[in-house]
């Protein structure tokens, strides 16, 4: 990344973590490594980042053998909490831990704001 891209992303990331509900926000490359996160000090970004980038590329692949396209976004629901994976672009995927008590909905249409600002600035550099 040039030397300015990753002050301009770990600004839109901590901006993003302050909405109500968000443990945890991650920007991984494609391929799982951590470009930028706001994470508590429990949560390790660098496996977060792995992990949800296998489920993306599983989802991917699954998506084009079935429906010929790709995987806009997976959810993964727990007990507590709930991961989401967004595509943010060609080269980088936005990763959310949020608790129990979000709305999804609203949340969605953050994470498409979000998503977006990320591809932007990536596909800038």
């Known amino acids: 990344m040039i030397d300015g891209t990753f002050p301009k992303l ?33 949560v390790n970004p660098d496996t977060l980042a792995a992990m ?15 429906k010929n396209s790709t995987a806009d976004r997976v ?7 709930k991961i989401i994976i967004v595509n943010a672009g060609e080269k980088a995927l936005l990763i959310v831990l949020t608790g129990e008590k979000s709305a999804l909905g609203p949340l969605f249409m953050e994470l498409k704001i979000l ?3 990320v591809r932007e600035l990536l596909e800038s550099d």
């Not at 302050?18 to 996160?37: F, Q």
């Open 52 to 66: 949800c980038s296998a489920l993306q590329n599983a989802a991917d692949f699954l998506m084009k053998n079935i």
């Open 10 to 42: 770990t600004e839109l990331l901590i901006g993003f973590n302050t909405i109500k509900n968000i443990e945890a926000v991650v920007v991984a490359s494609r391929n799982g490594i951590n470009m930028g996160s706001s994470v508590p000090p429990k």
């Open 115 to 117: 998503s977006r600002q």
């Open 75 to 81: 959810v993964i629901e727990c007990e507590r909490d």
